[in-house]
């Protein structure tokens, strides 16, 4: 059945919509429009909730007519929509809710409500048509944790960040070196010319069993020794920010790539995907390619970091399995995917960790 799904996302601080064109085992992204809200945030050093409920409001409209506009559809085309639902900040998630509520009111056209984790899990089955059951690693500024995608609504949670999320502690340490934002890129590019065995950081969990991670105590003690190089020669020089960089991006990488191959042991799949914005780094993607001999999926760029197309296809599924939501549909700051597991205690920046 062709269907042509308006996805629609305002979890975070980017808000996005976008045109898909089913069937699900044969999707089309025909347009994919993203406005990222980082400027707006900059001078906070982090993400404002209302401010980011506010500008979601103000661009939503306008992102969806971007969306239809590139994808040469008109709103009358559009067959139903998909909005996040959760789990985010929740002024921004009702922001997305209601503006789907009123076009599939107005269009007289089917809602679904998707939980954001579910876009990013099923993302490389968007890009790549990969089979059930996979192993996913969800690695971004808000999410971390190991996922076995077994169907379109079925997750099993193998473990998860107990505090901070990776793509957090990339943008504390770019804030502690004075690095910019999104501290992400700019501690990649300060590695480059940095020694990765400089520094001795820990690797926390990996005495534990499991698949859980932690990242809270790998800030601090990047933030313990900068000050220690600091207190003895007055300063930091840029060898020591490069290599302090590349210590700390080996340190998660090494815990990345450790609990992966735990993950796999439990998984049982014939496939290893990874998504989310930390995906982008190269020396992870590297890292977590050679865990096993596995096939490798890292989706796109544009598709690992939020959007909207990962909702139009999640939502696609979703329509596909016979599942639509009223009028009733409620915004969930949080939501786990898997309801079954244990809670994540983590709650950072970015709202709950789910
Ligand atoms: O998935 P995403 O766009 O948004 C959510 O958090 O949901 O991920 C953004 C995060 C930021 O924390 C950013 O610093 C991190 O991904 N990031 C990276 C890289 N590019 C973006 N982290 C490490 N290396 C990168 N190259
Ligand atoms: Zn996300």
Wanted: glycine share 12%; aromatic share 4%.
């Amino acid at each position: 059945m062709s269907q042509i799904i308006l996805g629609i996302e305002s979890s975070c601080d980017d808000t996005a919509a976008a045109i898909l064109r089913g069937p699900g085992t044969a999707p089309r992204i025909l347009s994919n429009v993203v406005l990222s809200q980082t400027d707006l945030h900059a001078k906070f050093g982090g993400v404002v909730p209302e401010i980011a409920a506010r500008a979601h409001a103000e661009a939503l409209d306008l992102m969806v007519e971007q969306a239809l506009a590139e994808a040469k559809t008109a709103l009358s085309d559009i067959d139903a929509i998909a909005v996040t639902a959760g789990p985010g900040l929740i002024g921004g998630v009702l922001a997305g809710v209601m503006a789907a509520k009123g076009l599939a009111m107005g269009l007289g056209r089917p809602l679904v409500g998707i939980n954001h984790l579910a876009g990013h899990a099923l993302t490389p089955r968007l890009t790549d048509g990969i089979a059930f059951p996979y192993l996913l690693l969800l690695v971004s500024g808000g999410h971390c944790q190991f996922l076995r995608v077994e169907g379109a609504e079925r997750f099993v949670r193998l473990g998860g960040t107990i505090d901070d999320a990776p793509g957090e502690a990339f943008d504390k340490v770019a804030r502690l070196l004075g690095l910019p934002q999104p501290g992400g890129p700019s501690v990649e590019t300060a590695a480059q010319g940095g020694n990765p065995k400089r520094f001795a950081l820990p690797r926390p969990l990996l005495d534990r069993p499991g698949c859980d991670l932690s990242f809270s105590g790998l800030k601090t003690a990047v933030l313990r020794t900068r000050d220690t190089i600091i207190a003895k020669h007055g300063g930091l020089t840029e060898q020591d920010r490069a290599d302090l960089c590349a210590s700390f991006q080996a340190a998660v990488a090494d815990v990345l790539a450790q609990k992966t191959a735990r993950a796999l042991a439990l998984a049982e799949v014939t496939t290893f995907a990874v998504a989310g914005g930390v995906a982008a780094n190269q020396t992870l993607r590297e890292r977590l390619q050679s865990v096993s001999d596995l096939p490798f999926v890292a989706p796109p760029l544009a598709l690992c970091t939020d959007n909207a197309a990962m909702i139009a296809y999640a939502g696609m599924l979703a329509f596909e399995n016979g599942r639509s939501d009223g009028m009733d549909l409620v915004a969930r700051p949080r939501w786990p995917l898997d309801e079954k597991a244990a809670p994540m205690i983590g709650s950072g920046k970015r709202g709950a960790k789910a």
